[in-house]
């Protein structure tokens, strides 16, 4: 997840470690860079859509000649500026009304609370019930001592943007459709996740778990190659 400094040698070459073309001007071997300079452009600038809880696809190498792009040229041409069209935007409601209308619910629960107390009835405070008087504050993630690579992107908080985290309205499923998939899913779990398994898990626990695994798969082959012989071959 985080590059090595200069003089340090890092766990993986990215370079190097997956390179399956060998002209990097036709076919881009690089997850964080581009030939043209154009994804480091896109990482370097400000954007609006950083502050969204959904991902910023615009800083995400998935264009043209990149590494989780679909088409090695471009194909079409994107007319609507995002980026710009929230630059410019104007709020039709202030932060004031925003703020007013997320304390409604609030406001009711603390109404219906307190004529439960007016009548004498016993009341059960339950620490959803806390949270939700406090309209469910979010603690910030601890403070990252290292750089973070750009295929991870962080929300206001401080935590990854995922699908748990993420508005229901900015998921953006087509968007994943259009990027060469097998990069992304090959990178999120052999690269990222199974290399932090790797350095992070203990290696006792992690090849009693493989052994186990293996032992189950091999019990549930075992049982179902069992029972289709005691069905078909012995008895018919």
Not at 22 to 50: C, H, M, Q
Not at 68 to 97: I, M, S
Not at 98 to 109: R, S, T
Not at 173 to 197: A, H, K
Request: charged residues 25%; contains cysteine; proline residues 5%.
């Amino acid at each position: 997840m985080a590059t090595a400094n200069p003089g340090e040698t890092a766990t993986i070459d990215p370079d190097q470690a997956w390179n399956v073309g060998s002209n990097a001007e036709y076919k881009s071997i690089s997850w964080y860079s581009s030939s043209d300079g154009s994804f480091e452009r896109k990482v370097a600038t400000e954007s609006p859509l950083d502050s969204f809880s959904g991902l910023n696809y615009q800083k995400i190498a998935n264009g043209p000649n990149e590494y989780y792009g679909f088409n090695e040229a471009p194909l079409f041409k994107y007319e609507f500026d995002e980026d710009a069209y929230y630059r410019n935007l104007v709020p039709t409601k202030t932060d004031e009304e925003v703020q007013a209308e997320l304390n409604e619910p609030v406001e009711k629960m603390e109404a219906k609370l307190q004529e439960f107390l007016d009548k004498g009835e016993e009341v059960v405070w339950t620490p959803t019930l806390a949270a939700m008087a406090q309209n469910c504050p979010i603690k910030p993630a601890r403070v990252i001592e290292y750089e973070i690579s750009p295929y991870f992107q962080l929300n206001k908080n401080g935590y990854r943007k995922n699908w748990a985290n993420t508005a229901i309205c900015e998921y953006r499923p087509l968007l994943r459709l259009q990027s060469n998939w097998y990069n992304v899913s090959g990178d999120f779990l052999f690269r990222f996740q199974m290399m932090r398994w790797n350095l992070t898990s203990k290696a006792k626990m992690r090849y009693w778990k493989m052994v186990m695994t293996g032992g189950f798969a091999g019990l549930c082959i075992d049982h179902i190659y069992a029972r289709q012989y005691k069905r078909k071959l012995k008895w018919h």
